[in-house]
Each structure stands twice: as structure tokens, then as C-alpha cells.
């Protein structure tokens, strides 16, 4: 069950060099994904400035199965 409070907590690895996207730890909540169902799921990870493995772990760890892209954008 995916509760609207429910937040991943992910952690990403300091890089050698820091760049201008901030690395560390980041809280990734629901209604965040939320607004990047209506983009492909490579698309919606740059968006959050995460891999797009990375996106398919927090979603399945908010209890988001597939990407809904494909069955919102058939509607």
C-alpha cells in the first residue's frame, strides 16, 4: 500500500569531483514522481536528476510497479 506521505530515502555516492548537481542523499516522495507520468521514464529520471535505474528502485519502493507512461499517454 503507497501512503501520500511515503518518501525513498536513496542515497548516491559523493563523486571525485563535485559537479553542479549535488550529489549525497535525496528524498524522493510520491506526488514528486507523480508529475513525471505523463514522460518516458528516461526522460522523468533527468528530471530528478537520477539514473533511470535508480528511478525504477524509488518507484518500486513507493509501490509503483511500471511506468505509467505508455498507458496514460493511450488514453
Known sequence: MVY????AR???PEPRKAGPHGR???DITL???ERY???PLAQAARGL???ATMLKKV?????VRNW??????SI
Not at 4 to 7: E, L, Q, T, V
Not at 68 to 73: N, S, V
Open 59 to 63: 518507484c518500486r519502493s513507493l509501490g
Open 68 to 73: 505509467p507512461y505508455r498507458q496514460l499517454a
Open 24 to 26: 549525497g542523499s535525496k
Open 49 to 51: 536528476g537520477l539514473s
Open 31 to 33: 506526488p514528486q514522481v
Open 37 to 39: 507520468y505523463n514522460q
Open 4 to 7: 501520500a506521505g511515503s518518501a
Open 10 to 12: 536513496i542515497h548516491q
